[in-house]
DNA sequence: CGCTAATATTAGCGTAATCTAATATTAAAT
DNA sequence: ATTTAATATTAGATTACGCTAATATTAGCG
């Protein structure tokens, strides 16, 4: 499954905004989600599901609750997709800051 | 509509990797994604306008022929979404490339 | 042990997205 | 002026996706 096709749903999108802040249990995302686009508790669920399977998150159990976290591995891929169009709106990059990016990039496939 | 809705469909994508690469006529789009997922021209077409509308690719006349080339704007939008996971990435982030960092994002806002 | 709270799962429905087939448009060529 | 080549458009069919509603699971509490 392409990352784009995960993120290519708002509510998904929602979520991993929220992750992004840092972990937050299921029923904080079921908050936050419902606020914003008003769909059940199961609806959520169904979305993190998803976004588990694909390897957007991850969960650990605290007793009753589960913690979500982001993973940040497939948005990666997008960053990684997205070189190909830099050339774009970095024209004329400077060499310093050239280097600074493939070296990025290289360390990025080494890990 | 958000740039993630426009770029979770794997033709459009394809599209979009091609022009990266340059310039193309719709012709050459057809072909190429016709290779790849065995769409008609028809559904090739829909996809191209799909993108024009939503200000991925612009086009220019070329007698009966369509050039189409790749617009960064909305793809930057991806970029600037991704800054909010860059940190998980990138913990340890050097001074010097974090200035490098900001000054692409305040320029990405300013232009 | 029974109850409640937190979360996940399944089945089925409705809608939106994308495809095909057919047709329209436009420019050049003969 | 026809005809051909390149591309776009429209209408309709099909599929895929995300939602609700109902139900299941699991952990802790009294």
Redesign the interface.
Same mark, same amino acid.
């Given at each position: 499954m392409?990352a784009?096709?995960i993120?290519?749903?708002?509510v998904r999108?929602c979520i991993?905004?929220l992750l !992004?802040t840092g972990e937050h249990s299921s029923g904080d995302v079921v908050a936050v989600v419902q606020r914003e686009f008003g769909i059940t508790q199961s609806a959520v669920s169904q979305q993190l599901r998803i976004l588990r399977d694909a390897g957007f998150a991850s969960v650990r159990a605290d007793g009753t609750r589960r913690i979500y976290a !982001?993973e940040?591995a497939r948005?990666?891929e /997008?960053?990684d997709?997205?070189d190909?169009?830099r050339a774009?709106?970095?024209p004329r990059l400077d060499a310093?800051?050239t280097e /600074?990016a493939r070296g990025?990039r290289k360390r990025?496939h080494r890990e």
């Open positions: 392409h784009f096709d993120l290519g749903d708002p999108r991993l905004e !992004a !982001a940040p948005l990666r /997008v960053d997709w997205l190909r169009f774009f709106w970095l310093l800051a /600074v990025k990025r």
